[in-house]
């Protein structure tokens, strides 16, 4: 007999950025943790299809999932809390959903009707929001709709949740994550903003069963029970998200709040399971009480907004704290680093991490940070361009191939040791047209990739459209730079080491991608490891 589908439905008041993503996550946690199968899917109200295209600065980093999704930066906090993967249905557009219904009507499918936003857009959108249930995998399904409550752009997707929770019932809970600022003039926590922004998701016709409201100070029972009271919902249904130590330790504070209890109950299912989260707790307790502190140095383009590199930066708390160790980042711009103050940017790392990222900007940059980690010694770890950079450092510096360069950067260069790949040799569009989503790659079996990885096939994610040039690969082998990793379907070479040196390697996929808080990926481990080295050294 298939599964019950019960459905909770995440929206946000107020202002964006106030954590929707991590409250998701947080609740999805703590009902795994009592045995329900869940997953969580976000709906982004812009028209863009995907984040493939949009620019870091303006979105964070694009996300992709194994199938070859290029997603919302949400799903990776979805994935690392729930060690589970995502896929294509998980993240959902208006660009999407709009290119979907106008395929449609050009196919005559509406047999001449009107298309309208309801009931077309809105049967769409829900028909994509009850999707990940068809199967049968899942329990609970949390849906996070993008954007704030008052969007224009969001208001088909409040509308769609609208006529689901009379569709679906008693299987279906309605969260609202709203702030409650503290006005320091007066001392005093203000309600009018949730007031509001709970007013505007009833007159779409959306009642709140549960609210979480973002906060400084603790709403304290005085304003738990206004809050209540104007907004229509059960007292023991008001919590507070206060700030965090850590994005980890939400989970705790909202089970300490009872919430999952209150949330298996409005959807009629048992609470008598407690959630076992011994493992994250210990994982939580290392993090904020590290033993030792290791300076890694994380050169890239998109420095001024860290989120550009979340699934990195995150990747590397897992494997601090799995050495029970603080990974101070030191973010160094790789448009500022030069020949000749490269060094004196980079004095005092433990690692060197060359981000990834795309175009000449700041490339030249990351190669000097390449020579530096290489010259003296210092534990490097070069991530798609990153492994590129180091590619081409080592062709100029060590062959002899001074021009040598990426035709991404320099169409004309005389040694072309990084080169278009043949399969995008004819495409134009940009966007979804890359390398994308999870690939094969065999390990040289004496390797320390090999060691490392415990395994001698693995699968990692990809987001490219350059490759390193099999037509120098002999040269660089011979010179000491050695491909230890190869995709057995097409021959791409996609980890290079310096065998001589502690720890040198480069990877053309996104390892980061793959680690959560359960399995930190053992390349971030080991570079910990390494760095950790160095700096008793």
């Known amino acids: 007999m298939a599964k019950q589908v019960n459905y909770i439905f995440v929206t946000g008041g107020v202002t964006s950025s106030l954590g929707k993503g991590i409250v998701a996550s947080s609740l999805a946690k703590l009902l795994q943790a009592r045995g329900y199968s869940v997953t969580i899917q976000k709906f982004d109200p812009y028209l863009n299809i995907d984040p493939g295209t949009l620019n870091p600065y ?34 959902v557009t208006t660009g999407r959903i709009y290119q979907h219904v106008i395929d449609k009507e050009r196919r005559g499918d509406y047999l001449g009707k009107t298309v309208q936003i309801i009931p077309h857009i809105t049967d769409e959108i829900k028909r994509r929001m009850l999707l990940l249930g068809e199967d049968g995998r899942y329990e609970i399904i949390i849906t996070e709709i993008g954007g704030t409550v008052g969007d224009i752009e969001a208001l088909p997707y409040i509308e769609a949740v609208r006529q689901l929770r009379w569709e679906l019932g008693s299987r279906c809970v309605s969260l609202h994550l709203t702030l409650v600022p503290f006005l320091r003039a007066t001392g005093e926590l203000k309600t009018k903003p949730t007031q509001h922004s709970v007013k505007m998701l009833q007159e779409a016709g959306v009642q709140p069963d549960i609210l979480v409201c973002r906060a400084e100070h603790s709403l304290g029972e005085d304003v738990r029970r206004k809050l209540a009271l104007f907004c229509n919902v059960a007292l023991d249904s008001v919590f507070e998200s206060l700030d965090a130590r850590t994005i980890y330790e939400v989970p705790m504070l909202l089970r300490d709040q009872a919430m999952d209890q209150v949330v298996l109950r409005k959807l009629g299912l048992s609470s008598e399971r407690q959630p076992e989260l011994a493992k994250w707790e210990s994982f939580v307790h290392k993090l904020l009480h590290p033993e030792r502190e290791v300076r890694i140095g994380l050169i890239g383009k998109y420095v001024e907004l860290k989120d550009s590199y979340k699934s990195i930066n995150e990747a590397l708390i897992h494997a601090g704290a799995e050495h029970s160790a ?7 711009h790789s448009e500022e680093l030069t020949p000749e103050n490269a060094a004196s940017h980079l004095v005092g790392l433990h690692g060197v991490l060359v981000a990834p990222g795309f175009g000449a900007r700041g490339f030249e940059g990351k190669i000097e940070a390449v020579r530096i980690a290489r010259e003296h010694g210092i534990p490097f770890f070069g991530i798609c361009f990153g492994m590129q950079a180091a590619v081409i450092e080592y062709a100029r510096n060590v062959l002899g191939h001074q021009s040598a360069n990426s035709t991404e950067v320099d169409p004309n260069t005389p040694h072309p040791v990084i ?41 990692e994610r990809h987001r490219h459209r350059y490759e390193f040039n099999n037509a120098y690969r002999e040269q660089l082998a011979d010179a000491g730079l050695q491909p230890v990793g190869i ?10 080491i310096i065998p001589s040196h502690p720890w040198f ?19 971030f481990t080991s570079f910990v490891e390494a760095a950790l080295k160095q700096s008793q050294s």
């Not at 694009?62 to 809390?81: I, Q, S």
């Open 487 to 496: 995709n057995p379907q097409n021959d791409l070479v996609e980890i290079v």
């Open 505 to 523: 390697i480069g990877v053309q996929f996104h390892p980061e991608y793959r680690s959560t808080v359960e399995e930190p990926h053992p390349l």
């Open 326 to 332: 603080k990974v101070d980042i030191q973010w160094i």
């Open 58 to 91: 303006e979105h964070g980093e694009c996300y992709v999932t194994e199938d070859g999704a290029e997603t919302d930066l949400d799903l990776g906090h979805y994935e690392r809390f729930l060690n589970r993967p995502t896929s294509q249905a998980n993240n």
């Open 419 to 459: 080169a278009l790949m043949e399969e995008q040799k004819d495409v134009t569009e940009k966007g979804g047209t890359m390398r994308l989503g999870s690939c094969d790659c065999l390990l040289s079996p004496d390797s320390k990739l090999h060691k490392l990885y415990g395994t001698i096939l693995v699968s």
